[in-house]
């Protein structure tokens, strides 16, 4: 089995720019530059053929490249527990319009739709368990309240392979296709 996810690359500025914001926070475990994207769409584990499907799916795609901006900070939490801390997009219509079209992508590839809406981030670190509350991630969260950066392209859809390990995830590139520049695109 495969586990897979459908995400959008950063340029290196602006992850230098995430890099920077990284740290403070005991226990966490900071994202390296090879793992900083933009989830459009979380598939999980699927067989090779299905991954083969999805793949032609996701090749034929043709959409705007999404033109985003930096926009703070926040946090995902489970059971009143932070185990995320992430970096906001300001959320286009280019970018929504791709992650629906990745979704149906993966619908057509036999995948079930999806039911949370989209949240445009890129993830900065992950807290384990342990953790607990700490006044770490609120100073953290209030220090980086205002984290910006100039507008940039994504100009890339990549299917990425998702290993998991004891110190946490790897990422893998397993495909990459370009997406339309935003200034020759003339409809939906």
């Known amino acids: 089995m495969l586990r897979l996810f459908v995400a959008l690359r950063p340029p290196p500025g602006i992850r230098r720019l995430l890099a920077a914001a990284m740290g403070g926070v005991p226990h966490a475990r900071w994202q ?3 793992q900083l994207h933009c989830t459009l769409r979380f598939i999980g584990e699927v067989d090779r053929p299905q991954a ?3 793949a032609a799916a996701l090749a034929a795609i043709h959409a705007e490249t999404p033109t ?9 939490a489970h059971k009143g527990r932070t185990d995320t801390l ?25 995948l079930p739709p999806e039911r949370r809406a989209y949240l445009p981030h890129v993830t900065l670190a992950r ?9 770490e991630i609120d100073g953290w969260l209030a220090v980086h309240a205002g984290l910006t ?3 940039f392209a ?8 998702s290993h998991l390990g004891r110190s946490g995830a790897g990422y893998e590139p397993v495909a990459r296709w370009s997406l339309e520049p935003a200034a020759v695109m003339t409809g939906s």
Do not use: N
């Open 86 to 110: 992430w970096a906001g997009l300001v959320p286009t219509d280019a970018l929504h319009h791709l992650a629906r079209k990745v979704d149906q992508a993966c619908v057509r590839a036999g």
């Open 149 to 151: 950066g100039p507008l």
């Open 154 to 161: 994504m100009p890339h859809i990549l299917l990425y392979q």
């Open 68 to 76: 985003v901006q930096i926009a703070g900070v926040g946090r995902f």
């Open 52 to 54: 083969e499907d999805i």
């Open 32 to 34: 390296d530059d090879e």
């Open 127 to 135: 807290l384990p368990r342990s953790a607990g509350m700490m006044p």
